[in-house]
């Protein structure tokens, strides 16, 4: 297969709003470096594109469509679609954005430079032969698509127990006791700014982009970090503690996640950790600060700086909560317990659906999933 510089392939253009211009009324999809797509009212493209994070999470997206995009969003359309077929590209870039992510720079909030994009070499074939790769790697998506709905609904289901044990938070039907997250807190501990290695360090350390925004963990992408025992004693989290990302962008400051597992972890200084008391589990703090109800009031609460979004600590244990009875709280446990044993046997299932993908990604743009001679004679 010729390799060809992108560059000469695509016209690159970049979003012109700012990350905070969605509306929850809004229309047309708004694109910014998170992995949710907002909303707004107008939109500025209407074009078949592959969207680039240019900062935060660095991810990929196809669309075909009308939309906006926040000023870091760097958006790829094909000079010639004869020459190059978008979805295509869209599956180059789903490959290609692993070593975008290592070349990227900058502390916190990592970015990326439009040069990595213009000077990134993509194999070329035949037209015929892109359609078919598109056409295999489609399906291949598909499956995926649908493991990951089983996955969603699992935890939509999380959410309507929660809902149906409980009530609305907002308008508490069931006359629940109201207090503060600090009347069911026993400690609150931010985590270690030392620096983490790629491969080195007796724990490996959870970071914000760790807890994912329906309120998971996801231990890929792990470092290492090294810690006395009296830094261990304050910055490692166990099983049944809290992780609440307190510094991030507005729409993803507040992720919320349990940590549920036997040998503990340490985390980093973005995060705090909350012990809950006897009046609660975490299980049920997550559920609260995962609702929509949650989710819409840490929105509210997040204080923009210099471009990054906070809730600290103090802001935290001041949230208001309906405090319903501990045993009604530990039934909810053991329900989720049950639904994520559930989750874990599809997430085996998607994880060999990705692995198959992922092959079908590296024999295509090695040139080993299709030649022009083999399109020709199928």
């Known amino acids: 297969m010729k390799i060809i510089s992108l560059g000469s392939l695509v016209k690159i253009r970049t979003g012109k709003l700012d990350a905070n211009a969605n509306d929850p009324n809004g229309k047309y999809p708004f694109f910014t470096c998170s992995r949710e797509a907002l909303k707004i009212n107008s939109y500025t493209y209407d074009c078949e594109c592959v969207l680039v994070a240019g900062n935060g999470d660095l991810n990929v997206k196809y669309y075909n469509g009308k939309f906006d995009a926040y000023q870091r969003t760097y958006i790829l359309e094909s000079l010639d679609k004869k020459t190059l077929n978008v979805k295509y590209l869209y599956y180059f870039m789903e490959r290609y954005v692993s070593k975008l992510r290592k070349m990227s720079i900058g502390g916190v909030i990592k970015y990326i430079k439009l040069s990595y994009l213009t000077e990134a070499k993509i194999p ?38 929660f809902l149906e044990m409980f009530g609305d938070p907002y308008k508490n039907p069931k006359n629940w006791p109201v207090g503060t997250i600090k009347d069911i807190t026993l400690k609150t501990q931010y985590g270690t700014s030392k620096k983490a290695s790629e491969n080195k360090g007796k724990y490996p350390i ?26 261990a004693e304050k910055y490692l989290v166990h099983k049944g503690d809290l992780l609440f990302n307190r510094t991030n962008s507005k729409e993803l400051v507040g992720k919320t996640a349990v ?22 589990n975490s299980e049920f703090i997550s559920g609260f600060l995962n609702s929509k109800y949650g989710k819409t009031l840490l929105y509210s609460m997040a204080k923009n700086i210099v471009g990054m979004a906070n809730i600290n600590a103090e802001e935290l244990k001041r949230i208001k909560i309906y405090i319903p009875p501990r045993d009604l709280q530990d039934k909810f446990a053991s329900i989720i317990s049950n639904i994520l044993e559930r989750r874990e046997l599809l997430n085996k299932g998607l994880k060999l659906l990705e692995e198959n993908y992922n092959s079908l990604m590296q024999r295509a743009f090695k040139g080993e999933l299709f030649t022009e001679e083999k399109v020709s004679n199928l």
């Open 124 to 161: 070329l074939p035949d037209l015929k032969v892109q359609n078919k790769i598109v056409e295999v790697l489609d399906k291949a998506q598909y499956l995926i698509s649908k493991r990951k709905s089983q996955i969603e609904a699992l935890d939509q289901l999380t959410q309507s127990v």
């Open 206 to 231: 959870l970071r914000m982009g760790n807890i994912t925004y329906n309120g998971f963990l996801d231990f890929n992408d792990m470092k290492y970090i090294d810690l006395d025992d009296s830094e």
């Open 259 to 280: 940590y549920r597992e036997e040998l503990p972890m340490a985390y980093a200084g973005y995060l705090v950790k909350l012990v809950p008391n006897e009046k609660a």
